[in-house]
T-cell receptor, first 112, second 114 residues
Framework: SQQGEEDPQALSIQEGENATMNCSYK?????LQWYRQNSGRGLVHLIL?????REKHSGRLRVTLDTSKKSSSLLITASRAADTASYFC????????????FGQGTRLTINP | EADIYQTPRYLVIGTGKKITLECSQT?????MYWYQQDPGMELHLIHY???????EKGDLSSESTVSRIRTEHFPLTLESARPSHTSQYLC?????????????FGSGTQLSVL
């Protein structure tokens, strides 16, 4: 079963609008991270939120974490065409071999 | 921009060929990873390394092998490529921490096996 599931799978909005993506996970985590992937490229780290944090900001990004619901959300405010990409959540799970488990991503399209 | 490089960027080969995908990083990171990603899908960890002479298998069973003779270099080898190996392969590295490791990714190698 998947550790991380993202919702929606695809999102299309107009430039200037806010975009919200959600991530749910199953097991306890050390932290949750969000990454961005432009088409055909590698992933770029955006933001990390620790399990004892509830909200974190970075520029136009706002991330929330609710460990009781095992869910996180990524909000991009005042979207731009350059924000068009896939966004992945990754959970650092609590187990012997420390590693990140990635969700399937949300494909975000910003229409000019 | 991350200092992690993958070559080749694209590779089209015939069934049965032996191939090596190269990955190098200049950040001095101890940990390195190989992920496999099909279009529009999640990343699957196939190999990782804690440092020189360390290699571990990931969550997704893979017929590939890796080596880690130098800190900066983590090549992935397929002894006999098959069409089922067609996918994007992403290399990543991170500075070792007890928690909160952030991964730096290369641009990927898109492999097509005919």
């Amino acid at each position: 079963s998947q550790q991380g599931e993202e919702d929606p799978q695809a999102l299309s909005i107009q430039e200037g609008e806010n975009a919200t993506m959600n991530c749910s996970y199953k097991t306890s985590i050390n932290n949750l991270q969000w990454y961005r992937q432009n088409s055909g490229r590698g992933l770029v780290h955006l933001i990390l939120i620790r399990s004892n944090e509830r909200e974190k900001h970075s520029g136009r990004l706002r991330v929330t974490l609710d460990t009781s619901k095992k869910s996180s959300s990524l909000l991009i405010t005042a979207s731009r065409a350059a924000d068009t990409a896939s966004y992945f959540c990754a959970t650092e799970i609590i187990q012997g071999a420390q590693k990140l488990v990635f969700g399937q991503g949300t494909r975000l399209t910003i229409n000019p | 921009e991350a200092d992690i490089y993958q070559t080749p960027r694209y590779l089209v080969i015939g069934t049965g060929k032996k191939i090596t995908l190269e990955c190098s990083q200049t950040m001095g990171h101890d940990k390195m990873y190989w992920y496999q990603q099909d279009p529009g899908m999640e990343l699957h960890l196939i190999h990782y390394s804690y440092g020189v002479n360390s290699t571990e298998k990931g969550d997704l069973s893979s017929e590939s092998t890796v080596s880690r003779i130098r800190t900066e270099h983590f090549p992935l080898t397929l002894e006999s490529a098959r069409p089922s190996h067609t996918s994007q392969y992403l290399c990543a590295s991170s500075e070792f921490r007890m928690v909160g490791e952030k991964l730096f990714f290369g641009s990927g190698t898109q492999l097509s096996v005919l």
